[in-house]
């Protein structure tokens, strides 16, 4: 049974798994995070801990896509708004109650060293296992000169987090914001400041969307609407990128709590894949509710078994070297498309994005005759399209006309006109078409290698600094 | 002659409630998200199988961005009946059964209440569909810039069912002029008169065929073409005439008694009920023969109260002209079935039922031969034959030169052109009698010819 423990996250937190809840609407109260550790999650960072704010209505907003709801959700809700005393009055009991589970207390105050010693020293006193420091808040707190009004200035970052570590006993990590160009300078920043740890990302700045009958931009608050933070399945591909870039810096690497677009274990396998220690989720969970946390764990779980791994640390950052700079890739690996015609369905997408968005060398021609070549020896998409709109076709009215015929049909279960065929000596390899195939393991992509040793840019270009080969 | 305006047909709530809609429509959402499934194929197969060459995808994509007007005047622009045909196509050997997804083991896309959702939306709207003006597609025929020469054009199209109306309007939205001539009282042809009332009810057929009337295209009803001279009386009228006559009276069934009070033909039985002349039926009815109209009336029998209902069949089981879906729903709305059963004489008896006699027959090769001592005797309070139709064109056979084969105007399918050059032909009168869409699919096509040969014509 793989062991999903975590021992000593950044130094010394503890947890049963390494499933956090995010700073969010989810660990608003005691109340919640209670019933979230009876659900099954390992830790909690509590909902931002700061001078009482009033939040506005509505707050939330999404992106849906093709039928799916919360492809990416925006918010601009601000941090507590409860009080210091009542949130950590609840955490004393929290902690008490789940001894063995990790309490982070999420924290935003003021930017002088007195209020943030006073609030470590409170969150301590309360119990909590460790502290992050929200440096990330896009919205509203930034404009009070907190948040990512912090995050965004290395300098800020380093000065507050020296200030917490002067005071904290137990670990400091630092949430940084993704509205930055480079988020290297802030975690090197916040590394420079003595922090133990990291958790990325914060939510993106957004605007979701604009109703298109009264011209507010989504969530609507009278009639106005403000800058949001974004998250939700969208964001995963933006906070694996800023991941891989923190823990392939030696500056910058510490022990990180991954965060941004978790919805299932297949998610967070692949932030700790790119080294993350924990990792925190929230959207999923406003959309589903703390059941979630039975398949990330399960999930999680069985895919170790399967792979042969014991602990979290077994796989932890395999594939942080597997990300390089583009100049390191080789030049000379070629994949090509096959399209496995048992399997193709004729929806002949991969014709119509290979022509317009690609290189022209996915054809309509098993049946015209197979020709291999340049784009000008094939019928365009429009002429293909034009021919089917000129045929004459009727309802089958009788049983003979409802047959279908074996020659035209060819061995197949799509008919051979439709299904397409790759022209091998065009093919880039892009992986294009099998993006947009409907149907899995149809068309897959398969070395074609010339015989050709690697070789990379660089070391095409190395001594040629100032001239390179065409190629 | 003025433009006639349509009437509209009562509402009867007891007919409603008996032939309450078979597919009813699609709420918004459940139209989104069926549009959303949708894989937007390449050169879709739907579209290919669709005798009218629907875009499907592009009117799908259109739902699901919310773009319903474009939704409409999408399907409109290749199908002018976009509203009828949602109902009454047997889209399981169309369009649906063309899509993609049955390879992947996933239901079809619902394209037909997609369909009648983007057309419920345009009915709603009160729109009508706008001039085509927009240049031809590389391939399709007629000039490359898509206006014609052609636009004062005036053609007369007798008969008002969906070939006729197809044509008026593509001719009408093209520029030209178009009149509709009818026989009968409402415009629709056998989408008025002759579907089954759960697929399409009278008044949605009515108001289709008022969309193209207040499109400009004139209508003319009562108005029998029955002798040279009126021919003659349109030729002078009219450049060019199109034939869009249906079929004719059901064919007997060439028994002894068939002209019993007892006995009505499926055409007449369907009318009657969708017009409000029939409201019930009890007892025993028979159906005779295995088509689609056949079960059509079968079905109605039922519905309208038939306690007993059977459909009789001189053939066999596998070897029935309906459509295989067809015959599953009679099945449950409790029609029976007798199979190698053929009808020999009908008489009343002394209470006013009917006594049909029939005989069991089996199969060899293609004849069938009775089985000795196999009589037996139906009683039925209606019998109702529904073997196949017979088209009567033998008029312009005879007087103005426009061939005949089989029963059927011979015409050019690509053009409708009839053995007379001012004479173009589509729909049951030229294919036998197959679906609205391809009677749409080919006034459609005799339009543009009609306007094609006429720019000739200009050019000449």
Redesign the interface.
Known sequence: MPDLRVSNFAGAIRSPNPFWLASAPPTNTGEMIARAFDAGWGGAVWKTIGEPVTNVSSRYSSIDW??ERIMGFNNIELISDRTVEENLREMAEVKKRYPRHAVIASLMVASNREAWHEIVARAEDAGADGLELNFGCPHGMSERGMGSAVGQVPEYTELITSWVKEKARTPVLVKLTPNISDIRTVARAAKRGGADGLSAINTINSITGIDLDTFVPRPNVDGKSSHGGYCGPAVKPIALNMVQQIMADPEAALPLSGIGGIADWRDAAEFFLLGCGTVQVCTAVMHYGYRIIEDLAEGLENWMRAKGFNSLDDFRGLSVRCVTEWKHLNLNYKIVARIDEQKC?????C??ACWDGAHQCIH?DRVSGPVDGHVELHAI??????????????????RRE?AVDPAEHGPY??PLA?IPRVDETECVGCNLCACVC??DGCITMIRADQGVAPETWDERTKGAACEVPRS | MSTATIPAIPVDPQLRERFSELKPALTAQAAVIEADRCLNCFDAPCTAACPTHIDVPGFIKRIATGNLRGSAIRILDANILGASCARVCPVEVLCEGACVMHRQNRKPIQIALLQRHAMDAFDASGELPPALNQPNAPGAPGPASGTWEGTKLRVACIGAGPASLACAAELKRRGAHATVLERRALPGGLNTYGVAEYKLRAAESLREADMIRRMGVEFRFGADINSAAALSELESEFEFLFLGIGLGAMQRLAIPGEENAGVMNALELIAAYKTGHLRELHGTVVVVGAGNTAIDAANAARRLGAETVYLLYRRSESDIAAFDFEYQHSKQEGVQFLWRRQPLAVRSDAHGRLLLETIQVRQVDRSLLPIPDSHYTIACDLLVPAIGQSPLAHLLEQVRGVAIRDGRIEADPLTGRTANPRYFAAGDCVNGGREVVDAVAGGKRAALAMLNAAEVAAHA
């Open positions: 093709q039928g369905i004729g929806c002949d997408l014709h119509i309509l998409p429009a002429a293909k399209e034009s021919k089917s709109r000129a045929s004459l076709s009727f309802t089958p009215v009788t409802r279960p799509t439709r409907p149907v």
